[in-house]
């Protein structure tokens, strides 16, 4: 079925196709390198879901626009990262990707709660205006919010004995829009084994090392630094996704995916 509306980006009426708010490719590899065989929504866990959410939020052209980007940062930062690499040199497109996929899940908060005249939501509808001028280049630069793109260090975790954290930092999707009491607001984007982090209030906070983007560098793994907070939010969010999963699981599932693990095992063993 057809659905027309308002494209999200470039704000005309059209047919609007079904957007992929994290790209396709790291569900694909999530799946392709998963024991069990399904990703599972964790707000409806009994359900195995073959893909993440796909809200109808772009039309062709702005999808097209936007997945521009995910070519380069898919072979020169995941795959790359995930096959060892350490060292990565980048030029613009990957501030695209980053805001892209910032933008994506900012403009995803709006269609899921109502708009308010308030402090925050202004704040934060005026940073996504200004990245989709950025992305439909109707202008150069993406204002002064910094963006962070830091890599998990496999070798720091190896030591760590919770599988919950170590699920959590390189198997687990987590996107949102982050308001802190205080006024902040962030949007992280936890992917397998990279956090990536847009300030929007304030504008950016020390403490970062080696990880801010800019229109070109190299980021490295194992020389990157976080401020003190991120940690800890990892570890929060790992504590709640692992709790809402099994949860949210019937023991039936349980059963099923334990046999699941169970047949790629055996067929591991063969090959
Ligand atoms: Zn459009």
Redesign the pocket.
């Known amino acids: 079925m057809e659905i027309t509306g308002i ?6 009426e ?1 047919t609007l196709k079904k957007s992929h708010i994290v790209p396709k490719f790291i569900g694909e590899w999530i799946r392709n390198t998963s024991k069990a065989e399904h990703l599972r929504n964790l707000m409806n866990p009994n359900k195995p879901e073959q893909d993440l959410p796909k809200p109808h939020l ?2 062709e ?3 097209g626009i936007l997945n521009k980007a995910e070519t380069p940062f898919s072979s020169n930062i995941f795959y790359n990262y995930h096959n060892g690499s350490n060292r990565f040199d980048y030029d613009d497109w990957l501030l695209k990707f980053v805001i892209s996929l910032s933008w994506r899940v900012g403009t995803l908060y709006f269609t899921q709660n109502t708009y308010q005249n308030s402090h925050v939501h202004n704040q934060l509808k005026k940073a996504l205006n200004i990245w989709s001028e950025y992305l439909l280049e109707k202008r150069n630069d993406p204002g002064l919010y910094a963006h962070h793109l830091y890599f998990i260090d496999k070798d720091k975790y190896s030591s760590i004995n919770s599988v919950v954290l170590k699920d959590y930092a390189f198997r687990v999707i987590d996107t949102h829009v982050r308001f802190s009491f205080n006024g902040h607001i962030i949007i992280y984007n936890k992917l397998p084994g990279m956090v990536i982090v847009s300030y929007i209030n304030p504008i950016s906070v020390r403490g970062w090392k080696g990880t801010q983007l800019h229109s070109f560098g190299t980021a490295r793994v194992g020389s990157q630094k976080t401020p003190p907070e991120i940690p800890n939010y990892l570890l929060d969010r790992a504590k709640l996704f692992t709790s809402k999963y099994l949860n949210g699981l019937s023991d039936r599932q349980k059963v099923n995916i334990k046999s699941k693990i169970l047949k790629k095992s055996e067929i591991n063993n063969v090959k």
Do not use: D, M, S, T
Not at 7 to 12: G, I, M, N, T
């Open positions: 494209c999200a980006l470039c704000e005309k059209k772009l039309c052209g702005c999808e």
